[in-house]
């Protein structure tokens, strides 16, 4: 029932005249794509015109972080109203902003209730450490997170949140979680909390990506997981063969 959703983080990469030529690649290789959601998340100087490069396709842009206040004295910030104007997804509580930006849970939730209050679809990350991994810590810590993050959203809110699950050690390390292992951690970390804070549908409508060194080759093992329903792609999001691969063989593994 869910629609399958892979989304590019492109991270601090891509000038303008850099993030057009690869806008305008994708444009093409992914022209054919139908059942499934595509976006790319640029950096915010990027968006305007990587949006203006992606009309008239079937992929999406996203920003890669926001505030949530509405305007004001919080210099280096960029409010909702404005993300709104260029993209259509806000990343969330990405772990190189919980680690490097002081993100937490709480501002984490603050972000989500702003995007969902100005109608921008929010992509949420949570992931553990390989500390907590080691320590078997993975489903009570991702599951905190999962509380965190949606503090005060409704049921009917909270459906529309995408998360991203990505264990920190797996993110740019060409290490990945086995697709068993981010199988069971979805479905007891976050549908099991999600169950517990609203209900079966609303646990059950909200889509899960999985992210962490994702590349063609590895697409397919992940997608086939039944809670996995996309990825959140960091280097292999920044060319147009490996994003294009990625796309194409999560399609051919969910047709086979
Ligand atoms: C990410 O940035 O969210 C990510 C998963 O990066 P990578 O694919 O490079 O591990």
Redesign the pocket.
């Known amino acids: 029932m869910r629609k399958p959703f892979i989304a590019g ?1 492109w ?1 601090m990469n891509k000038t303008v005249a850099e993030g057009v030529v690869l806008a305008a690649g994708l444009k093409e290789t992914l022209a054919g794509v139908t059942d499934m959601e595509l976006a790319v998340c640029p950096t915010a100087t990027v968006l305007s015109a990587v949006s203006a490069a992606l009309i008239g396709s079937n992929i999406g842009v996203g920003a890669q972080n926001m505030y949530w206040e509405a305007s004001g004295a919080f210099t280096g910030e960029i409010s909702p109203s404005m993300v709104k104007e260029l993209a259509e997804y806000v990343i969330i509580g ?1 772990s ?1 902003r919980r680690q490097y930006f002081g993100e937490t849970d709480e501002t984490v939730n603050r972000k989500l209730k702003a995007a969902l209050a100005y109608g921008i679809k929010p992509i949420v ?1 949570i992931g553990e450490s390989l500390e907590q991994n080691k320590a078997g810590e993975t489903v009570s810590f991702v599951g905190g997170q999962i509380r965190g993050a949606f503090a005060d959203v409704s049921a009917e809110d909270a459906a529309k949140v995408v998360l ?1 699950y ?1 264990p920190i050690w ?4 060409g290490l990945t979680a086995t697709p068993e292992d981010a199988d069971r951690i979805i479905q007891a970390a976050i549908r099991d909390v999600l169950v517990e804070l609203y209900d079966t549908a609303t646990a059950e409508a909200i889509r899960v990506q999985y ?4 590349k063609p080759d590895n697409m397919a093992e992940f997608i086939v997981m039944p809670n996995i329903d996309g990825a ?6 920044l060319k147009v063969d490996s994003f294009t691969g990625i796309v194409k063989n999560a399609m051919a593994a969910l047709n086979a």
């Not at 797996?170 to 390390?173: C, F, H, N, R, S």
């Open positions: 983080n991270k990405h190189e990350c991203a990505e797996a993110i740019g390390t992210g962490g060194s994702v959140l792609v960091g280097g292999a999001s």
